[in-house]
C-alpha cells in the first residue's frame, strides 16, 4: 500500500502544513469550521516544523509524519514569504520556537471556534496555545497579519486567508527506506526532547507556578525568585535535558566526524545537493545556538543565576557541535569538488 510524506525540496521555512486524520476529532473540527483541513503546523527548518497538538507546542521531524492519502495534507505560503531574505523568514518561525512547552488549551481552541460562527468575543488565556493560533501569532510577531484576531484564529482562517496559496509537489510516496526511518523510535530524538521539556515545564510550575510555560518563563521567575535556582538546576540536571543532544551524536555519527569518511554508507550516498544542505542546516544551527548563548551570557550578568550557567554551558556545547558539522560538510564538499575556496 502506498504511502505519502512531505517533499521537503518544494518547501521553505515559513511555511504553513494543514493535515487532516480519519478520526472524530478531525471530522467535527472540519465540520464545525466548514474547512478540509482540522490542524496547521509551521515549517521553521528543514524536515522540521513546530506545532500545538494535546502535548503542548513541540516540533517533530516531518520525516516522521507519514500519510496514507497525499490529499490528507497541503502546504501553503504567504504572499509575503515568497521573496522574504532568509533572516526575515527566520522571524516568522522565532516566535513558535520561543513557545516550545507551553500547554495546549482545547477550551480555548473551542472558544475560538465560538467566536468563528457567533463573532461574540469571548475573554481567552492567552497564555496558553493552540494549532492555529500559534500560527497566527507567528506571523504576527513578524509583522504579517493573517487573523483579525490572532488569539481566536481558527485552522478555517488561515485556509480561506486570501494571501496563503497552495504549493504545488509538496506531497510525495514514501519510499521503503523513509517508511523504515518513520517507524524506528529509536533513533526519535525529537519525541524524547518533547517528553523530557515537558517533564520540566509540569515539574517547574510545582516550584515556581503556572505562569511557566516555557523556559524562557523559568528564566524570567528566576531573575524574580532566585531562592528556587538550585532546585530548578537540579531538577534540569536530572531530567536528561542537557545531554539530549548525544543522541544524535551516537545515532548520526556521519553529521559529526571526518573518521567516518569515506566508508560510512550514508556519506556516499550523499550528493552533492544532500551535502550542501548538511552544511546549510549546520550554518542555521550554529546562528541560532550562538544567539541563545550570547542571550544567556548576557542575561548571566545581570542575574547570576546557576540555572543561566548551565544553559550558557549547553548552548556552548551545541555551538561546538554545529561548528563541527560546518567544518565537515565543508571538507566533504571540497573532496566532491562542489566547494570552491
Given at each position: 500500500m502506498r504511502k505519502y510524506l512531505l517533499n521537503c525540496d518544494s518547501l521553505q521555512i515559513g511555511d504553513v502544513i494543514?493535515?487532516?486524520?480519519?478520526?472524530?476529532?478531525?471530522?467535527?473540527?472540519?465540520?464545525?469550521?466548514s474547512c478540509e483541513y482540522s490542524h496547521v503546523m509551521i515549517y521553521v527548518a528543514h524536515s522540521s516544523c513546530v506545532h500545538a497538538d494535546g502535548d503542548g507546542v513541540h516540533s517533530i521531524n516531518t520525516q516522521r509524519v507519514i500519510f496514507d492519502d497525499p490529499s490528507d495534507v497541503i502546504v501553503l505560503r504567504h504572499k509575503l514569504a515568497e521573496n522574504m531574505a532568509p533572516e526575515e523568514l527566520e522571524n516568522i518561525c522565532a516566535y513558535p520556537r520561543s513557545k516550545v512547552g507551553t500547554e495546549y488549551s482545547v477550551s480555548d481552541a473551542i472558544k475560538a471556534g465560538i467566536y468563528a460562527k457567533s463573532k461574540?468575543?469571548?475573554?481567552?488565556?492567552?497564555?496558553?496555545?493552540?494549532?492555529?493560533?500559534?500560527?497566527?501569532?507567528?506571523?504576527?510577531?513578524?509583522?504579517?497579519?493573517?487573523?483579525?484576531?490572532?488569539?481566536?484564529?481558527?485552522?478555517?482562517?488561515?485556509?480561506?486567508h486570501p494571501d496563503f496559496k497552495k504549493i504545488d509537489g509538496a506531497v510525495r510516496e514514501a519510499t521503503p527506506e523513509e517508511l523504515e526511518f518513520a517507524a524506528d523510535k529509536s533513533r526519535d530524538t525529537i519525541s524524547k526532547q518533547t517528553k523530557i521539556t515537558n517533564e520540566i515545564i509540569k515539574a517547574s510550575q510545582k516550584i515556581l507556578g503556572k505562569n511557566v510555560q516555557t523556559f524562557e518563563d523559568i528564566y524570567r521567575e528566576l531573575v524574580a525568585s532566585p531562592a528556587n535556582d538550585e532546585k530548578i538546576e537540579s531538577l534540569i540536571q536530572g531530567s536528561g535535558y542537557l545531554t539530549i543532544w548525544a543522541d544524535d551524536v551516537l545515532k548520526c555519527p556521519y553529521r559529526y566526524f571526518k573518521t567516518n569518511y569515506p566508508n560510512d554508507a550514508v556519506i556516499k550516498n550523499l550528493n552533492p545537493d544532500g551535502l550542501r544542505l548538511e552544511l546549510s542546516m549546520a550554518e542555521k544551527d550554529l546562528e541560532r545556538f550562538n544567539i541563545q548563548r550570547l542571550n544567556l551570557?548576557?542575561?548571566?550578568?545581570?542575574?547570576?543565576?546557576?540555572?543561566?550557567?548551565?544553559?550558557?554551558?549547553?548552548?556552548?556545547?551545541?555551538?561546538?557541535?554545529?561548528?563541527?558539522?560546518?567544518?565537515?560538510f565543508r571538507w566533504l564538499l571540497k573532496e566532491n569538488g562542489s566547494l570552491n575556496g
Open positions: 494543514c493535515t487532516r486524520e480519519d478520526a472524530p476529532v478531525s471530522h467535527t473540527i472540519r465540520k464545525a469550521l461574540l468575543k469571548p475573554i481567552v488565556d492567552s497564555k496558553y496555545q493552540y494549532c492555529s493560533r500559534l500560527v497566527a501569532e507567528s506571523f504576527g510577531h513578524a509583522g504579517i497579519d493573517v487573523s483579525a484576531e490572532p488569539s481566536l484564529c481558527t485552522p478555517a482562517d488561515i485556509q480561506k551570557f548576557a542575561l548571566n550578568n545581570r542575574f547570576p543565576r546557576k540555572v543561566f550557567e548551565q544553559q550558557i554551558n549547553l548552548y556552548q556545547t551545541l555551538v561546538s557541535l554545529a561548528l563541527q558539522r560546518q567544518e565537515l
